[in-house]
Structure formats: structure tokens, C-alpha cells
């Protein structure tokens, strides 16, 4: 990379995105020495210029930035940071300092939660114990829910439709999950399928 730290005085805007659900959760300001330093140890530091020296996100809080990918825009003066956020990110308790009224990509959300449990499982919960009766019934869950997606989209209220859709969802999340393929596995087949036509 070849940032161009002089445009701004020493200093690039850096926008911090979560790499699973995609939403913005803060920006910050790096010099080349924060640069330098979260590519070395991994977590976001940044130059706090009400500080006037290096920060790294979570120093005191413990809700540190794991870097996932850096990346610079077309002028070499602004920087993309893809992190694995822990706990809140913005000051204020929130997990982005533009919090929004809801987020967005809560589907995203989902899918880490569900590979939460898979990857560390809690007693009592829904996935888990769908997980523990095996594939077959979780594939058999996907089609009933399927069904009743069908039947509320066809003959009942909207209210019941967008209920019965939200379970078809979050089961093929967890079919899904069982099968190791991603939201992004599926974002980008798509994505290559609409290239082309």
C-alpha cells in the first residue's frame, strides 16, 4: 500500500466497517506510525487528535477492532478497515457511533449468532437443540417453514407472512450453518449468476 499521509497533514480518515454485517461503526483518524501499528498487531489504532497520541480502540474499554482487511480508495488518502468488533463500539454504548433505529444487516447479525452457538453452545437454546436432532429435521424445518411461508403469503395478513418468512430465513440460516456455507457464499453465486445476463 502507498497512503498518502501528506494530504492530510500526516493524517487519513479511516472508516471502520464490520467485516460480517457490513455496517459502518465508526471513523477515526490514523497516522503512519497507527498505521503501522495496527497492521502489526492487528487491533485498530488510531491517532486521537484530542489526545495528540496513539489509541488503540478498546485500550480501556477491552472493545478492541480485530483487523480482518485494510483496504485504500482510488486516491491513497482514505482507508477501509473490515474489523471483528468486541462489544460496543462507540463510547456511547452503542454498536456504531451512527447508530441507526435499527440495523440493517441484522440478517448478518443472525448468522453470527447462530455460528456462536454452534462454535460455543448454550444450554436451553433453540439452535443448539435444532442442532442436536441432526440435519434431517433441521432440512425438514426449512420445508415446513416453507410451506407456511406459502400459505401466509397466499391466504393470510401481512403481519402473518412476515412472521412465517423471518422462521423460513432463520432455519435455512441454521441449514446453512449445518452445511459450512455463508451469507457471502450465497451473496456472491448471486452476484455471478446476475453478471451473466
Given at each position: ?21 457490513l ?6 483518524y ?20 484530542s ?59 443472525l ?58 430465513i ?18 456472491k ?9
Amino acid at each position: 500500500m502507498t497512503i498518502d499521509f501528506k494530504k492530510g497533514e500526516g493524517l487519513v480518515p479511516v472508516v471502520i466497517q464490520d467485516e460480517k454485517t457490513l455496517e459502518v461503526l465508526m471513523l477515526g483518524y490514523m497516522n503512519e506510525e497507527a498505521y503501522q501499528k495496527t497492521k502489526t498487531e492487528g487491533k485498530v489504532t488510531f491517532f486521537s487528535r484530542s489526545k495528540n497520541r496513539l489509541w488503540t480502540k478498546g485500550e480501556e474499554s477491552g472493545n478492541f477492532l480485530h483487523v480482518v482487511s485494510i483496504k485504500e480508495d482510488c486516491d491513497q488518502d482514505t482507508l477501509l478497515i473490515k474489523v471483528n468488533p468486541v462489544g460496543a463500539t462507540c463510547h456511547n454504548g452503542t454498536r456504531s457511533c451512527f447508530d441507526s433505529e435499527y440495523n440493517q444487516n441484522f440478517i448478518f447479525e443472525l448468522e453470527k449468532i447462530i455460528d456462536e452457538r454452534y462454535n460455543h453452545p448454550l444450554e436451553g437454546s433453540y439452535v443448539n437443540k435444532l442442532r442436536a436432532k441432526g440435519i434431517n429435521k433441521i432440512a425438514q424445518k426449512v420445508g415446513e417453514e416453507g410451506v407456511e411461508t406459502v400459505i401466509a403469503a397466499l391466504n393470510e395478513t401481512e403481519h402473518d407472512f412476515i412472521n412465517e418468512a423471518s422462521d423460513l430465513i432463520f432455519h435455512l440460516l441454521v441449514l446453512m450453518r449445518e452445511k459450512n456455507v455463508s451469507l457471502s457464499s450465497i451473496a456472491k453465486n448471486l452476484e455471478n449468476r446476475n453478471s451473466g445476463k
